[in-house]
C-alpha cells in the first residue's frame, strides 16, 4: 500500500523513516480494512490528517501487525508546474488591440525594476473560448524568456479544508523563486463565481480568499504577472475582478483573420490539400473562434478523408464540413450552454 501525502497542515508531515513509519501505521490502523483510493485518517500524531491508499494487494485487506506498507509522496502540487513557452507571437493571428495592450506586460517582465509599485502586477484576459488567450500568454513568455506557470483553475480546488488555499501560496512563491515569471490561472470563474452562484462551484470560498491576498500584494511578490483568463467574466465575483488592474478583451476573428489562420494551419496538414479557396473557406466559418476553425473544421475534414482513404483533400471537403456546422449553429446546438 502505498500512502502519498494529501491533507489539511499548513506543514505536511515527512515520512523520514519509512520503517518507524511502517511501525507506526501498522499499530494505529491494525484491524483497519484498506480500500484502494480510499483514504486512512491519523488520530494520534497529526489528528484528521488524511493518507491515500493508492494499492491493496490482495484487494480490500485488513491491515494487521505484519502488512508490509509502502509510502510515495505524491507529486501533484501546482506549484511544480512550470516550462519555457515555444510559441511565437507571430503564431497569434489577430488580436492586434490585445497584443498591444499586452506590450506592457512585455516591459515589465523584460526589467520589473524600473516599475517599482507601479508594476502591471493582476491582469484579466477574456472572450469567446478558443481566441487565443492561452497562446497569448505563452507567446508573452517565449518573446520575453521567462517561465510561466500554467493552471487550470479546477487544479486548485483541494480535497480537504485548507489544502486549495496552501496550492494557492504555493503556486505564489514558486513563481517568486523564479521571478520574472508569470502565472497563468486558466478558467478563472471555475473559483471564482459571484457569490450568488456559489451554490453552483461549491465552497470554495478559501481559495478565493488566498488569491485575493496574494493579488492584493498584502506579501510583495516581486516580477510575478499573474494573468487570469475566462470566458464568462460577467458571472466572476466583484471582488475577484476588481483585483485586475487591466482587463483585455479577445474577440472572434474577422474574415481577414479567418483566412490568415486557414492558410496558416492548412501547410501544416498532412495530406496534400487541393483546389482550396482560403478566402471562401473564410466566408463560410463566420462567428467561429481560431481553434473552432483548426479543430472542428480543418480537422474534421482531415480525419474524414483518413476514414474514406483519401490520399489527398479537396477544398469540398472543408467547405462540407463549414457548412455543416453553420447548419447547425442556426438551429442552437453548438451554441447551446448547458449549466
Not at 507506526?24 to 489528528?47: C, S, T, V
Not at 491582469?123 to 487565443?132: K, R
Request: net charge negative.
Amino acid at each position: 500500500m502505498g500512502y502519498p501525502l494529501s491533507g489539511i497542515l499548513d506543514d505536511e508531515p515527512q515520512v523520514e523513516d519509512t520503517v518507524v513509519f511502517e511501525y507506526y501505521a501498522r499499530q494505529q490502523w491494525n484491524g483497519y480494512i484498506a480500500h484502494k483510493d480510499e483514504y486512512l485518517f491519523d488520530q494520534r500524531m497529526y489528528p484528521d490528517y488524511a493518507y491515500k491508499v493508492i494499492n491493496v494487494e490482495p484487494p480490500d485487506s485488513i491491515i494487521g501487525l505484519q502488512t508490509s506498507i509502502i509510502v510515495e509522496e505524491m507529486d501533484n502540487n501546482v506549484s511544480d508546474l512550470e516550462f519555457t513557452s515555444d510559441v511565437s507571437i507571430d503564431n497569434v493571428i489577430g488580436q492586434e488591440t490585445a497584443r498591444r495592450k499586452c506590450r506592457l506586460i512585455e516591459k515589465f517582465l523584460e526589467n520589473p525594476e524600473q516599475f517599482g509599485k507601479w508594476a502591471p502586477r493582476n491582469i484579466l484576459f477574456f472572450g469567446p473560448s478558443g481566441t487565443g488567450k492561452t497562446m497569448l500568454a505563452k507567446a508573452l513568455a517565449s518573446k520575453t524568456e521567462v517561465p510561466i506557470i500554467p493552471v487550470k483553475a479546477t487544479q486548485l480546488i483541494g480535497e480537504y479544508v485548507g489544502e486549495g488555499a496552501r496550492q494557492i501560496h504555493q503556486l505564489f512563491d514558486r513563481a517568486e523563486e523564479m521571478a520574472p515569471c508569470i502565472i497563468f490561472i486558466d478558467e478563472l470563474d471555475a473559483i471564482a463565481l459571484d457569490r450568488r452562484n456559489q451554490e453552483l462551484r461549491g465552497d470554495v470560498a478559501e481559495i478565493v480568499n488566498a488569491l485575493l491576498t496574494e493579488m492584493d500584494g498584502i506579501a510583495e511578490r516581486s516580477g510575478v504577472c499573474t494573468i487570469g483568463a475566462t470566458n464568462r467574466v460577467e458571472s466572476l465575483d466583484t471582488a475577484v475582478r476588481s483585483r485586475f488592474e487591466e482587463e483585455i478583451e479577445f474577440v472572434l476573428p474577422d474574415e481577414d483573420e479567418r483566412r490568415r489562420i486557414i492558410e496558416s494551419n492548412i501547410k501544416t496538414i498532412p495530406l496534400p490539400v487541393e483546389d482550396i479557396d482560403p478566402s471562401r473557406l473564410a466566408k463560410l466559418t463566420s462567428g467561429l473562434s481560431g481553434r473552432d476553425i483548426v479543430e472542428k473544421v480543418l480537422k474534421t475534414a482531415l480525419h474524414q478523408a483518413i476514414i474514406d482513404d483519401k490520399d489527398k483533400i479537396i477544398g469540398q471537403h472543408f467547405e462540407d464540413v463549414a457548412l455543416k456546422i453553420q447548419k447547425n449553429n442556426n438551429s442552437g446546438i453548438v451554441n447551446g450552454m448547458y449549466i
